[in-house]
């Protein structure tokens, strides 16, 4: 008998894919972000709102995930910018490879920014590197403090914690100094911005984070 | 239909389960004569997969396929932080991150999201 090791990330021909994803992004200075949640949070709300701030000029394109449907690429088409549908066919994540695919035809040099819906769910696409910048985790008031204790895999490896439809927060038992400590304790440092995409509240902190984002992946790119 | 059920609510291990035999079957390629008895993968409790949902769906996989008699063992590995005052490493329990022997809250994450291959043993046809 002959033990073999191998040592080896069970993910790696994604991670591979991934790092060529994210050397490409590099190379045309486009800012990559995942945005992730449970289904029903409010990720698509929150490109509709984001995609209706900016100017017709931006160079922005989105990709969606949908284990099922179009529906998301039909809502965010309807802003101007590229939309494009990844219909994952029961698949509860998008991988690297689906993103290369989706971007085949596209040309990055007319790219700043790709933002990527991911399929609502809050393990599976923890796993997944898509050669993004961030992951964001978009988490609604209407789920219960106690997620980032529940799913710590996904509010550990997300730079940004958004917490959204605070309008409901009057009629909802969700404690919001609750849940900040609860992401704090998965994801010491963690930043965190609170947000309506209903009534607009908050919604300029989250372009401001985005506006420095994009700010800083041009001066990188500038840079080297 | 209870096994269904119970492949939709792991979807997440199914996928890292085909990963696993995905890798498994290329190690068996590059060994002619041998096969595998037992696979050895290392799982971080910050990785957010259920070890024994993982073994589930393994069997299931390799169920009446060549890889049928492969033993999956899973090593779990805890969440282990360094403190940044007194450079402590310890094990993170219950998600607290503040060092247990000086009190310092700033630590810094060190190993407990693993998904890996740790082994594989094989023996002669």
Redesign the interface.
Known sequence: MTQIPLERKILSENDRVAGELRARFAAHGILCLNLVSSPGAGKTSLLERTLEAFAPSQRVAVLTGDIQTDNDAVRLARFGFPARQITTGGTCHLDARMIEKAISDWNLEDLDVLLIENVGNLVCPSSYDLGEAAKIVVLSVTEGEDKPLKYPAMFFRSELLILNKIDLLPYVPFSIVQARENAQKVHPGMEIIEISCLTGEGLPNWQGWLENRIASTLRITIAT | MTSFLAFVDA??EF??AS??L??VRT?VRLRPG?RV?KIG?RIG?????DPDALSFCFEALTKETDLESVVLEIERKPRRHRCSRCANEFVVVN???SCPDCGE???AFLSG?E?????????DI
Do not use: C
């Open positions: 979807m997440h996928a890292i990963s696993v995905d890798a190690e041998m008895s993968v409790d910050l990785a957010g997969l998600y607290e991150t809250e700033s630590t999201d998904l890996q291959l740790a082994f594989l043993e094989m023996e």
